[in-house]
């Protein structure tokens, strides 16, 4: 049951992220949910490659244990970059947004395009 707890806290953030870019309004706060779907996805990722009583495969003179799979680290590292990139992207437009209609509230913007 324990080592089912990683997966449950990934499922977890993901349905809250997705909560919270559904339910807000306000354009950062949707950028922040989608952030907590990517942590939730990364948590999955990390808790798919993991296997018990086994050794990180960085090391030359392991034993013949068993070893992590460095896939899905290296996956998981290469979506951190690319979440990061993309928050500030979504970030930078929300600055555009902000200036160009002076509010960051979805439904206010659909009534000044009007």
Do not use: H
């Not at 018990?52 to 590292?77: E, Y």
Request: aromatic share 6%.
């Amino acid at each position: 049951m324990i080592e089912n707890i990683p997966f449950f806290c990934a499922g977890l953030l993901v349905l809250i992220g997705l909560a919270v870019i559904v339910t807000k309004r306000d354009l950062i706060k949707m950028v922040m949910g989608l952030a907590l779907v990517e942590a939730g996805v990364n948590l999955l990722l990390v808790a798919t490659g993991y296997i018990s009583d086994s050794v990180a495969p960085i090391f030359t003179n392991a034993p013949s244990t068993d070893m992590v799979m460095p896939t899905v680290q290296a996956m998981t590292l290469t979506n951190i970059v690319i979440g990061i990139a993309t928050t500030a992207l979504l970030l930078s437009f929300v600055m555009i947004v902000y200036k160009k209609y002076g509010t960051r509230d979805v439904t206010e913007m659909r009534r000044l395009k009007e």
